[in-house]
């Protein structure tokens, strides 16, 4: 794993490069323990995290993941993907594929999966037209298993209503302790 001042400066090398990182610094372990509070790490479960970026949540994620649980890592970014191929190497419980998150049913079936339990997500949805957002998460809910979450992380509330729309049950909070400080998190039930 990558030391937190070469993240911090991957992150911003990035930010500047690459359009679709909306990121200035990694999330915060304020953040990374708020959204993934709703794993169950008892169970073997497959996590599909959407733009890990270097890693934050993907570290957090395996260091209480058991040893048949999966992690499909989905980045579009050529540089932390190869980041994320380093660090996770040894583990056998994580997949990194070089993707966009907009492709999830054709990545879970090239890669032989059938549902996943969770997925994790602070890709920008800002980013995306409404009709992008909105296939994604109906893209997003159909994958998941029928007691699946979509855990998200945003930095405007502008996702509520969307999810609402797509998930039985959408939970809210506020994560202030990070950078940016406006840091809304949801927990969506399919």
Known sequence: MPSALSGTFSYIKNFLQDQDVAAIVPSSSFLVRRVCKWIDFEEDQVVVEYGPGN????????????????????ESNPDFVEMLD???SD???ALVVQDRAERIV???DEHDVDTVDYIVSGIPFSFFDEGEREELLA???????????FLVYQNYNHLEAPLRKHFSAVTKEYEPRNIPPTMFVYEAQK
């Open 55 to 74: 890693g934050v949540f993907s570290e957090f994620i395996l260091d209480r993941m058991t040893a048949d649980s999966t992690l499909l890592l989905v």
């Open 139 to 149: 893209r997003t809910r159909d994958v998941l298993a029928e007691d699946g979450k």
């Open 86 to 88: 380093e660090w996770t």
């Open 91 to 93: 583990d056998p419980r």
């Open 106 to 108: 054709d990545i879970l």
